[in-house]
């Protein structure tokens, strides 16, 4: 039996978006561009289908809204508001959300500390939770998984540098420059860096395909939406009862019955007896 050579399949991969990414960089039009047209592609030819792949804004049910974001991660499956412009950019609602990142032609101090700050304007946004009903149980909320944030570009400065860059840029969590390598972050839940590891050059790409898709994989399923909180707040004359609302109109209905039951039970003890 013949044995498929992963490694050769993603290397042609990798020489298909080097050469993209070069011509985009070097023609004269789109120069300056930050070609993140080859990187939707390149996502889209490998992520499972429970995951689209757009540029856009993210937006939450408060009203803020991200700055542009040249790539974004997020669930196809469940994620409802997703609106789109005739540019191709997507509105995506903060809930929805895996993974953002910024491309550009090089990773260096200047665009990780600008990618940081593009991406802090996604995580610090307002998201849901809601409980979700499996096989007809009702099951808690989940707690919010984190957003990952990278940086994705050709060339990359040497990686003590990038190291020393990522350190003082807590959102940046992985990145790929498919001429110099890879790298993947680890932090501690305070976002505090802890280590970085990254790859050869000529393994950029299968690095990164594989952190990425492990990466992806620990996140598991994006939080149910309250799609309440974004109904109450562009409804006039429809309200939506949030699971605390209805909490408290059960405990006041308890705590009404019970006092019916006490002025009840007096009235009967005040009764005159019959002789």
Not at 11 to 19: A, G, M, P
Not at 99 to 105: E, L, N, P, R, Y
Not at 200 to 217: G, Q, R, S, T
């Amino acid at each position: 039996m013949e044995q498929m050579n992963i490694k050769s399949l993603l290397r042609s991969k990798q020489t298909l978006l080097e050469s993209k990414l070069d011509v985009l960089i070097n023609h004269p039009v789109t120069k300056g561009d930050h070609c993140e047209g080859a990187w939707i592609d390149f996502f889209r030819s490998f992520l499972p289908s429970k995951y689209a792949v757009d540029k856009g804004f993210v937006f939450d049910s408060k009203g803020a809204v991200s700055e542009q974001i040249d790539i974004i991660i997020y669930d196809a499956l469940y994620s409802p508001l997703i609106f789109g412009t005739d540019a191709g950019e997507k509105f995506i609602t903060a809930e929805s959300v895996y993974a953002v990142f910024d491309s550009k032609q090089k990773i260096d101090k200047e665009t990780v500390e600008y990618t940081n700050r593009k991406i802090e304007s996604v995580v610090n946004l307002h998201r849901t939770s809601r409980r979700m009903v499996v096989a007809g149980r009702g099951v808690s909320p989940r707690d919010l998984p984190p957003i990952l944030g990278g940086i994705l570009a050709a060339a990359s400065a040497g990686w003590s540098t990038v190291e020393s860059y990522v350190e003082d840029n807590p959102n940046i969590d992985i990145g790929c420059a498919v001429k110099s390598g890879s790298f993947l972050v680890k932090r501690d839940p305070e976002r505090n860096f802890l280590s970085m590891l990254h790859s050869e050059p000529e393994e950029a790409v299968l690095a990164f395909f594989y952190m990425i898709l492990d990466e992806l994989y620990k996140l598991g399923t994006v939080p149910a939406i309250d799609i309440r909180d974004y109904a109450n707040a562009t409804l006039t004359n429809v309200h939506l009862k949030t699971d605390e609302e209805n909490l408290q109109t059960e405990s006041s209905e308890k705590t009404s019955e019970a006092d019916g039951s006490v002025s009840e039970e007096k009235e009967n003890q005040e009764e005159p007896a019959v002789k």
